[in-house]
T-cell receptor, first 112, second 111 residues
Framework: GNSVTQMEGPVTLSEEAFLTINCTYT??????LFWYVQYPGEGLQLLLK?????DKGSNKGFEATYRKETTSFHLEKGSVQVSDSAVYFC???????????FGAGTQVVVTP | NAGVTQTPKFQVLKTGQSMTLQCAQD?????MYWYRQDPGMGLRLIYY???????DKGEVPNGYNVSRLNKREFSLRLESAAPSQTSVYFC??????????FGPGTRLTVL
């Protein structure tokens, strides 16, 4: 079956540090890949997505590239801010009903 | 434009009690979803509704029922709550694209 594996957190960084969150997946077919972010006390919101191999999604300084050969979709940001403190979820979508399979989530804490 | 709204925000139940979680969206989306979020497990799909009048089971449907009342509203019912159903519940909706839009969540504790 389909599955998503994310690196465990929490990840604690200083402001302006480089952030990488690893995400690998197992899926049949050609899934779409997503990163969602959950700020404290809120619901999830889409951060970025990629729908086919070698696509790069980007938003708010975050980037992730759909790597089919390594079945990965790692999230990166070059210089984090305190406001980036949140839980980040990698997810894959494989069917026309829009159902998503989520990873366990990675908490990121950015300190001043 | 409120997006996806959920009520209540918090709820405490005793084992065996029943309750309904309400969800509504004002984006004219066809698809709606109920997830539960547990520590270390991400979000797991409970039920979904691809369109008004249809519902289907997700990954963890046991102990839950749903109703797609109309295009806007999708409710989740716990008939006899159990401590294992202590969780944060999220409703989401999706229009024609890939993106799901999430509500703020309901934090449920079952004693």
């Amino acid at each position: 079956g389909n599955s998503v594996t994310q690196m465990e957190g929490p990840v604690t960084l200083s402001e302006e540090a480089f952030l990488t969150i690893n995400c690998t997946y197992t899926a049949t077919g050609y899934p779409s890949l997503f990163w969602y972010v959950q700020y404290p006390g809120e619901g999830l919101q889409l951060l970025l997505k990629a729908t086919k191999a070698d696509d790069k999604g980007s938003n708010k300084g975050f980037e992730a590239t759909y790597r089919k050969e390594t079945t990965s979709f790692h999230l990166e940001k070059g210089s984090v801010q305190v406001s980036d403190s949140a839980v980040y979820f990698c997810a894959l979508g494989t069917d026309s009903w829009g159902k998503l399979q989520f990873g366990a989530g990675t908490q990121v804490v950015v300190t001043p | 434009n409120a997006g996806v709204t959920q009520t209540p925000k918090f709820q405490v139940l005793k084992t065996g009690q029943s309750m309904t979680l309400q969800c509504a969206q004002d984006m004219n989306h066809n698809s709606m979803y109920w997830y539960r979020q547990d520590p270390g497990m991400g979000l797991r799909l409970i039920y979904y509704s691809a369109s008004e009048g249809t519902t289907d089971k997700g990954e963890v449907p046991n102990g839950y029922n749903v109703s797609r009342l109309n295009k806007r509203e999708f409710s989740l019912r716990l008939e006899s709550a159990a401590p294992s159903q202590t969780s944060v519940y999220f409703c989401a909706s999706r229009g024609g694209g890939d993106e799901q839009f999430f509500g703020p969540g309901t934090r449920l504790t079952v004693l």
